[in-house]
């Protein structure tokens, strides 16, 4: 896949060192920075840019067949575009043992290495987890979740301490004063499940009213 961005580079943004709206780092942005969790369902082998792509995803569930690697350095290529999502994820050892070697590994060894959420056994094993992941999520605040996603992504890619503590409090502040903490902090204290639907449905009339 870095192949393949560059190729949709012109000439001069080649020379500049940019990167078009159809790179492949314009899709792995907007996967990463979508602000509703993404679900990976791997059934089969990811390579190359296939696996970095898995990487800005929040949940990954791969069938026990799953096959993983990065194979660039076997073809005189290099994971360049896609190790800036995986490096601050793998730590640098890892990446570079896999990006090294280019080894394939399987599903049970990249779960081993905290890659993947979980393994399926079958086909309809994935797709029971897949399920059981969706319901979970459903039953979470989505504005909360916008705002987790916020917070791990700024946090994994900032080093400063002191620039993660002005972004977390700044948050905290917008999530403290949002409906949705109003509304499930007051389904805490009444000993209720919050209804979610419900409530956005309602919100939204209120709105616009």
Known sequence: MDLGGRLNLTKEEQKQGKQSDASPVALFEAVRNCTKPIISRINGSAMGGGWGLIFTTDIRIAHKDAVFSFAEVK??????LISAYIV????????????????RITATQALGLGL?????????????QVRKHVDELLSSASGAMQMVKEAVNHITLHGSHSNNLEFVQSLFARMVASDEAVYGMSQFISKQT????????????????
């Open 88 to 103: 601050p994820e793998t730590g640098p050892l890892v990446a570079k043992q896999l990006m090294l070697t280019g080894q």
């Open 194 to 209: 919050p209804d979610w639907n419900t409530h956005y449905r309602t919100t939204t009339q209120h709105n616009t009213q």
């Open 75 to 80: 073809r005189g290529l290099v994971p360049a």
């Open 116 to 128: 993947l959420t979980s393994v399926a056994d079958s086909t309809e094993d994935l797709d029971r």
